[in-house]
């Protein structure tokens, strides 16, 4: 079945700088890649997502790659800010599949030092 | 993903015993499923359910039980034969195929199940 690998675990960065979390899937039929941040005891929630007729999609500060050859996909933060402190999980799931399930990598803990 | 509750937010129990968490959506959608997730895990389907009266397996299924009598309504059983169920569950639901959205699933806040 499919597999999302998810790097790295945890992630600490200064506040201002980049950081950039990567996943690979294993199913080359996966069509569809979201992205979700869960904040310390809340609900995890959509950021961006990006189809695979797409290479790349920015929202402000959040841009996410996809490499379909590769079968890995990547989160770009810009100008990192404290609120930014999560965890990060991706997803791929088949847009079209029956069962429109996601497959879940296993997080990134992002901390943003002040 | 206001939509979408979960009850209660903390439970308690005993080892042995059955205990059903609440999952509720006044959103339409047709697509529900059940998460657990541990800590430094990433989030493992339990069950998930397309439509009323319909539900299939997800990759942890043993030791938990779905039903589906309603289209607002997706509740979790965990048995007494799930052997490790401290954990916190995560129900979410999307929108039925060909509307805005429909492969975003939206979660309800959460259920944090401990056993004694």
């Known amino acids: 079945g499919e597999n999302v690998e998810q790097h790295p675990s945890t992630l600490s960065v200064q506040e201002g700088d980049s950081a950039v979390i990567k996943c690979t899937y294993s199913?080359?039929?996966?069509?569809?890649f979201p992205w979700y941040k869960q904040e310390l005891g809340k609900r995890p929630q959509l950021i961006i997502d990006?189809?695979?007729?797409?290479g790349e999609k920015k929202d402000q500060r959040i841009a996410v790659t996809l490499n379909k050859t590769a079968k890995h996909f990547s989160l770009h933060i810009t100008e990192t800010q404290p609120e930014d402190s999560a965890v990060y999980f991706c997803?791929?799931?088949?847009?079209?599949?029956?069962?429109?399930?996601?497959?879940f990598g296993s997080g990134t803990r992002l901390l943003v030092r002040p | 993903d206001g939509g979408i509750t979960q009850s209660p937010k903390y439970l308690f129990r005993k080892e042995g015993q059955n205990v059903t968490l609440s999952c509720e959506q006044n959103?339409?959608?047709?697509?529900m499923y059940w998460y657990r997730q541990d800590p430094g895990q990433g989030l493992r389907l339990i069950y998930y359910?397309?439509?009323?009266?319909?539900?299939q397996k997800g990759d942890i299924a043993e030791g938990y039980s779905v039903s589906r009598e309603k289209k607002e309504s997706f509740p979790l059983t965990v048995t007494s034969a799930q052997k490790n169920p401290t954990a916190f569950y995560l129900c979410?639901?999307?929108?039925?195929?060909?509307?805005?959205?429909?492969?975003?699933?939206?979660f309800g806040p959460g259920t944090r199940l401990t056993v004694l």
């Open positions: 997803a791929a799931s088949i847009i079209g599949d029956s069962s429109y399930k996601l497959i």
């Open positions: 959103l339409n959608h047709d697509a």
């Open positions: 359910s397309q439509i009323v009266n319909d539900f």
């Open positions: 990006i189809r695979s007729n797409v």
């Open positions: 199913d080359s039929a996966s069509n569809y």
């Open positions: 979410a639901s999307s929108p039925p195929p060909g509307t805005t959205g429909f492969n975003e699933q939206f």
